[in-house]
């Protein structure tokens, strides 16, 4: 089983940032990609981005590109995401999840990614 568990979220205001962490453990057997995803009231899942655990390639979501920041620290199996000039429409519940393998689909896709953590609340204030 693995198990992910995200924090860093919280309440600030626009233009404000936050830094999202997902701590990863339990057995993987693969990692081929980490992802954050949110969703937002009455809304879909969104992908925000995504990022493989080997190479470091990094994809994003249109509207997040130039603001959010997707790292991790394959030492300490952990994901971030840094998000900066926050907007309102950015609050929702933000979860990672991990891809195994590229048969999955790739990393840009959403397609593939599973074992969901519990989600951290991002709100954002006008």
């Known amino acids: 089983q693995v198990l992910l568990v995200e924090s860093g979220g919280g309440l600030v205001q626009t233009g404000g940032s936050l830094r999202l962490s997902c701590a990863i453990s339990g057995l993987t057997f693969s990692t081929y990609a980490m992802g954050w995803f949110r969703r937002a009231p009455r809304t879909e899942r969104e992908f925000v981005a995504s990022i493989t655990w080997i190479v470091g390639e990094t994809s994003y979501a249109d509207s997040v590109k130039g603001r959010f920041n997707i790292s991790r620290d394959n030492t300490k199996n952990t994901v971030y995401l840094q998000m900066n000039s926050l907007k309102p429409e950015d609050t929702a519940v933000y979860y990672c999840?991990?891809?195994?393998?590229?048969?999955?689909?790739?990393?840009?896709?959403?397609?593939?990614?599973?074992?969901w953590g519990q989600g951290t609340q991002v709100t954002v204030s006008s």
């Open positions: 999840a991990l891809k195994p393998s590229r048969d999955y689909g790739p990393a840009w896709s959403a397609l593939g990614f599973g074992s």
